[in-house]
């Protein structure tokens, strides 16, 4: 997964452009069924408006003897993103108000966005804008801003054997940040591939798009088919350090929610989770109260709790692989959870049935051996009256998921439970 | 208000007679709209009936030198409330049963009554009584106990633009006791001054009557109308020490219950909410299973709770203006969240509304500033879903309720908001 | 009681077998109304058998001397329960095989029993295990399974004014075991004289048999009837030390388990409240899901927490005659807190009614003395609006069942409430 996010870590990237393209066009060789979809600038999406297409050639800042002091060749997040075009000279004062730098963190440059304000703009070192000490400057900012283009996006869909979808979600618009969200893309990328190998109950559903417009753009196409998500997840900062963060759906009691706290209950790993908060990644737009979609967040730690947030300082060598691995087997075991939760019936629900003639029972009675995967199947036995599932059977008994599926399917096979 | 607590101290109340009229006609100076109402002694008020109507002119104890060791002159609590008329020479033993005193408080007279048992008798200092060392007192109570009187409570309606009530109620038969309840009267009265003056939604009905009987009657004659009640507080020691103690209604979960400890929570002074508890003062009445009204009750430090609790030390020194125009501000607040809690509908649910072309979100986007009041409008629209009011909103977000107020009015200004 | 627990304790019980039948011929000495159910081996019950029934008449192991070193004619637990006949010489491997001691505890005969899979053994002292130092032993166990024996089990019926029931069970299989089980014996033998002694709201049955395939078999033939049953007890363990412990139900919140918690809560002995777990004593039959009886588990310190359990330990030394005879009272108070428990009508309840003219009330007001039972008065008045039982009553207002009962038959008797 490394070697993915090297190599899309050089793109410069927005909600629109070239960038993207080029992303999902790597994402394609890992992916071929991958779908790219191209929404023309302009197009209305709910209460919004697809944009002017946004690309960007060259973006400097000259002293007088012309050397470049601010260049965007050097690093993608020297510039504004959605910079308009501008170039001539500009006297310091001028060019100060357009300038963007982190006084508490002088060596990292910030990153910065006027989507939807027309604006321009230059993000540098504090230490470097403290040396501009020149009284004027050219600027030149080679941008377009193109309203006949348009915005793109990649989907994938796994059919399974039923309609109901698992949606996984997650942005590709930020320029040479690893973390935020090379990390993201990549373990949905491997994450996909495992679960195109595999037989699939639910369709899986993965959309790759820009922050916010995207997912209101996705969201505007499918108003009608939107009903058939009964899990998702928004996947982001996967590669950097520290436990898990879910943040739960605003639904807060929805199976994804109770899914993903199970899971990492079982996993080892620290984690925490996390309520409902109006503000994030795009699950806002999937929880939005017209939608409520079953809809959380996996991170590790949060946007805006670490000091390398949305800095040039979230690069390549912040994410380590190990943790991006541990991410992405995280997410296996959420689908598993998913896939293999089940509200079971006893078929023998009065008196317990038999163990021991069915080879489920230890033999020689009255001392205590044995007698955890025992209590495993007479809790799965108990609560399997076919209004409980197991992910409540985990959480009243506290078991360990996978503990429950393997008594589940031994009792299955025993033809004591069935699934409703 | 400590004027209006001042000039009512040294009436004699009791829960019929003519210290209450008296009150009520001051009360009448503060708000020219105030009924007075009678109600005839021996009329039946639900399991109860009106008491013959008491008044006293004097009562004394005198030794053998004709010289008066107690003396109703002297202060009010020295007769036991509702004392039948007496005169004549006791032995020092006889009178020693009709006399309360506090050996543990021996400066302070306490407040004692016998409403609904014939009986009379005298209060004072411990230190007095141990010096009652003759063999014989005449004692005299120039009282009087009219079957054909007549119960005096006040009321005053504030029309709303609609009918549901908010209902305000405090006692008003305590004699020269300051905290016990001339500061709840001063409350309720400044604060009727203040509705008054404003426009309302809801309809206010402050009733000042006697405790206990008042209540009673005020509930038999407006059985038919007590149901446009949709939330009350009594108002009572108001006046003193200590941080705010909000007492639940039988309800617990009531809306008013739910104001009062939200107010409370954003007040910034210390406080304390309790559970229902069939003892206290007029909410027994209000809150009794029939009518099972939500009305709560408002006091600072509780009764029984402070050592001045109905003794002569509950006085005007006792009651600090700074507390009792603490308590009014707090009264205002609550009326004020009553007034302005609304069940909202976002109007633009699915997905997120575009804040930013409403002039509703900063401008530069991947910093963190100002997110504060982002967050309150992005909690209001989240959770506006047509099933939460503005409560259920400032509870799940953790907000204070002056904030969303101020959000509901500008996302509702922009369109996006309406109640429902 | 511990008259009763001495008489039995020598006799070898099983979960068939005349050890049952002289057990239960011994309680009908205390209970002539007992009814013994014999049935037959071979029968279904529910998912299982009635299993053949088990007699053992003598059992050892000789060495080359002839002597015995292992004699069940020393002790009822030295035979594996339900070992198949056995005669011949073996050596002392194929003799290990077959043996049970614990290392731990090397001076404690183990219990062990093989119901359902044909085997043989023999218990013994680690100590005892150690010294078996020669080639080879003579082995003889003098058993008979005869499949056209039966099981037998014990009831008891004491018709109450309604056909409503409360079950109590206890297994009676153990051999040679005090606490486990003749404790839950003699509770339950006693507490059924104290109830046929008084007038009774509910029918209480009792049922003696042998653990699971008892409680399977009496489940199998009354399904039509358990319907009935609104209150359950499972009694064991009550002789030792320790607090109570009491074994919710599969519901969780049923009756009884509010009413037992109840009761704990106001007896004063130390106590603990545990959830509902699928493993345990026969409340794992009536509580399966099929049948989901209200029914929990009362115990001193439970099974496999004191080292004595199912030792040879666990004898007449280990059940205090006072321990038992706290079990006794606690049943007897859980019992009676079900006949009494009633929801109540306030008669009364537009406002509070008059308590002191129906001499229910102190008289000089003003003090707060006496205020404990006016405030039980009131409280019941206050929740009794026909939805809240006086369980309810006592949680809510945290009061002991026992004052509550006191309360309601004075209210009762003022006119002032009625059971639904």
């Given at each position: 997964?490394h070697?993915l996010?090297?190599?899309l870590?050089p793109i410069c990237?927005?909600?629109?452009?070239?960038?993207?393209?080029?992303?999902?066009?790597v994402?394609r060789?890992?992916?071929?069924a991958?779908q790219?979809h191209e929404?023309?600038?302009?197009?209305?999406a709910?209460?919004w408006?697809?944009?002017a297409?946004?690309?960007?050639r060259?973006?400097?800042?000259?002293n007088?003897?012309?050397?470049r002091?601010?260049?965007?060749?050097?690093?993608?997040?020297h510039?504004?993103?959605y910079?308009?075009?501008?170039h001539g000279?500009?006297?310091?004062?001028?060019?100060?108000?357009?300038?963007?730098?982190l006084p508490?963190?002088?060596d990292?440059i910030?990153?910065?966005t006027?989507y939807?304000q027309a604006?321009?703009?230059?993000?540098l070192?504090?230490?470097q804008?403290?040396?501009?000490?020149?009284?004027h400057?050219e600027v030149?900012i080679?941008s377009?801003?193109?309203a006949?283009?348009?915005?793109t996006y990649?989907?994938?869909?796994?059919?399974g054997a039923?309609e109901?979808?698992v949606?996984?979600?997650?942005?590709?618009?930020h320029?040479?940040?690893a973390n935020?969200?090379l990390?993201?893309l990549a373990?949905a990328?491997?994450?996909?591939?495992?679960?195109?190998r595999q037989?699939?109950?639910?369709?899986?559903?993965?959309?790759?798009g820009?922050g916010?417009i995207?997912?209101l753009?996705?969201?505007?196409r499918h108003?009608?088919?939107?009903g058939?998500?009964?899990?998702?997840?928004v996947l982001?900062l996967?590669?950097?350090?520290?436990g898990?963060?879910?943040?739960?759906s605003r639904r807060?009691?929805?199976?994804?929610?109770r899914?993903?706290?199970?899971?990492?209950r079982?996993?080892?790993?620290?984690?925490?989770?996390r309520?409902?908060?109006p503000?994030?990644?795009?699950?806002?737009?999937?929880?939005?109260?017209g939608?409520?979609?079953?809809v959380?967040?996996l991170s590790?730690?949060p946007?805006g709790?670490f000091a390398?947030?949305h800095?040039?300082?979230?690069?390549?060598?912040?994410v380590?692989?190990e943790?991006v691995?541990?991410?992405l087997r995280?997410?296996?075991?959420?689908?598993e959870?998913?896939e293999?939760?089940h509200?079971?019936?006893n078929?023998s629900?009065?008196g317990?049935?038999?163990?021991?003639?069915?080879?489920?029972y230890?033999?020689?009675?009255?001392g205590?051996e044995?007698?955890d995967?025992q209590?495993v199947?007479?809790?799965l036995?108990?609560l399997?009256?076919?209004?409980?599932?197991?992910?409540?059977?985990a959480?009243q008994?506290n078991?360990?998921?996978?503990?429950?599926?393997r008594?589940?399917?031994?009792?299955?096979g025993?033809?004591l439970?069935?699934?409703?």
């Amino acid at each position: 997964m490394h070697a993915l996010m090297a190599r899309l870590f050089p793109i410069c990237r927005s909600i629109t452009g070239n960038g993207v393209r080029e992303t999902l066009a790597v994402l394609r060789e890992y992916l071929p069924a991958l779908q790219v979809h191209e929404v023309p600038s302009g197009t209305p999406a709910l209460d919004w408006t697809v944009p002017a297409e946004w690309n960007i050639r060259d973006a400097w800042v000259k002293n007088a003897a012309g050397e470049r002091v601010i260049d965007f060749q050097q690093h993608n997040l020297h510039v504004l993103q959605y910079s308009t075009p501008v170039h001539g000279w500009f006297s310091r004062r001028e060019l100060d108000e357009h300038l963007f730098s982190l006084p508490e963190q002088p060596d990292l440059i910030p990153y910065r966005t006027s989507y939807y304000q027309a604006s321009w703009g230059f993000c540098l070192r504090h230490h470097q804008r403290e040396q501009l000490r020149e009284e004027h400057y050219e600027v030149c900012i080679d941008s377009t801003l193109d309203a006949s283009g348009s915005l793109t996006y990649g989907e994938l869909v796994l059919p399974g054997a039923s309609e109901e979808e698992v949606l996984l979600s997650c942005h590709c618009c930020h320029p040479s940040l690893a973390n935020d969200n090379l990390s993201g893309l990549a373990v949905a990328v491997f994450l996909a591939q495992a679960l195109a190998r595999q037989p699939r109950r639910y369709t899986y559903r993965f959309v790759f798009g820009p922050g916010t417009i995207g997912s209101l753009v996705w969201l505007s196409r499918h108003r009608e088919t939107v009903g058939r998500i009964r899990h998702g997840l928004v996947l982001t900062l996967l590669g950097g350090p520290g436990g898990f963060t879910y943040k739960q759906s605003r639904r807060a009691t929805a199976d994804i929610d109770r899914t993903v706290a199970l899971v990492l209950r079982d996993f080892g790993a620290e984690y925490e989770v996390r309520p409902w908060l109006p503000y994030g990644y795009d699950e806002r737009q999937y929880c939005s109260p017209g939608f409520n979609l079953p809809v959380g967040c996996l991170s590790r730690t949060p946007f805006g709790e670490f000091a390398e947030y949305h800095t040039s300082a979230d690069n390549l060598s912040f994410v380590r692989p190990e943790q991006v691995a541990e991410s992405l087997r995280l997410t296996e075991a959420v689908c598993e959870a998913l896939e293999r939760n089940h509200t079971y019936r006893n078929l023998s629900p009065y008196g317990e049935p038999q163990l021991g003639r069915r080879g489920l029972y230890k033999g020689v009675g009255g001392g205590q051996e044995g007698a955890d995967w025992q209590m495993v199947l007479l809790w799965l036995l108990s609560l399997s009256d076919g209004s409980k599932s197991l992910l409540d059977v985990a959480e009243q008994a506290n078991l360990p998921l996978a503990l429950l599926h393997r008594a589940a399917s031994a009792l299955e096979g025993a033809g004591l439970l069935q699934p409703l």
